[in-house]
Nanobody, 119 residues
Framework: QVQLVESGGGLVQAGGSLRLSCAAS????????MEWYRQAPGKQRELVAS??????TYADSVKDRFTISRDNAKNTWYLQMNSLKPEDTAVYYC??????????????WGQGTQVTVSS
């Protein structure tokens, strides 16, 4: 079994910062892809940032404001969010493609954490 546990969401004023964390635990052999998604009310879930083989990609709406990073030793990745805007308000989900000891490679999701940016 693999679990992804998120933390770090909350309420912040526009222009502020938050850092989200996602910790993976369980029978993990390797994490091939680490991602952050978000879903605002009435909108589709969108990919915000990802790390694949050390390369990072970002949605245009968050470039130069958000930074994804990882700590491989802890099976944890982060999303540093700066200069937050009200339109960043959403439930943020971490996701990963993980290979387990069984061996199975599949996608896993965190439970989601609310980020609310007030104007």
């Amino acid at each position: 079994q693999v679990q992804l546990v998120e933390s770090g969401g909350g309420l912040v004023q526009a222009g502020g910062s938050l850092r989200l964390s996602c910790a993976a635990s369980g029978s993990i052999v390797s994490i091939n892809r680490m991602e952050w998604y978000r879903q605002a009310p009435g909108k589709q879930r969108e990919l915000v940032a990802s790390i694949i083989s050390g390369s990072t990609t970002y949605a245009d709406s968050v470039k130069d404001r958000f930074t994804i990073s990882r700590d491989n030793a802890k099976n944890t990745w982060y999303l540093q969010m700066n200069s937050l805007k009200p339109e960043d308000t959403a439930v943020y989900y971490c996701a990963a493609q993980i290979r387990t000891v069984f061996p199975i490679t599949r996608n896993y999701w965190g439970q989601g954490t609310q980020v609310t940016v007030s104007s």
